[in-house]
């Protein structure tokens, strides 16, 4: 997968995320993008969707002190992701996305650019 995400201070614990992302899997290429809301307080941070029907649907919790996975459930899909803050520049986001006929394992890293 090839992409770009923006992430935008909205206030002081409010953020928005936007990915856009491109890939070739079995000779096809697929384009993408996904808008989430990042909200935290001093024990967690969430991800809500931002866009579409799930708009302000929570699609991830995570401690900040404790890396530990957040589950998802989409229809018969299950979405585990693990975020790894390595720097204040550089953070990991591994997703596992298991169903009937999906079986997924995505690592991705984030780079500050600007």
Not at 2 to 14: E, T, V, Y
Not at 48 to 55: A, E, I, P, S, V
Not at 60 to 75: D, G, L, R, V
Request: aromatic share 20%; glycine share 4%; charged share 25%.
């Amino acid at each position: 997968i090839l992409g770009s995400a923006q992430i935008k201070k909205i206030n002081f614990n409010k953020y928005s995320f936007n990915e856009n992302i491109k890939t070739k899997l079995n000779d096809k290429t697929f384009i993408g993008f996904q808008i989430f809301k990042i909200i935290e307080n001093k024990k967690k941070f969430f991800f809500y969707f931002d866009t579409g029907r799930d708009k302000n649907k929570l699609y991830q919790e995570f401690k900040k002190k404790i890396p530990a996975p957040s589950i998802y459930f989409c229809n018969k899909d299950i979405y585990t992701m693990n975020i790894y803050l390595l720097s204040k520049n550089y953070f990991l986001i591994h997703t596992k996305i298991k169903g009937p006929s999906k079986k997924f394992n995505i690592i991705a890293k984030y780079f500050r650019t600007i």
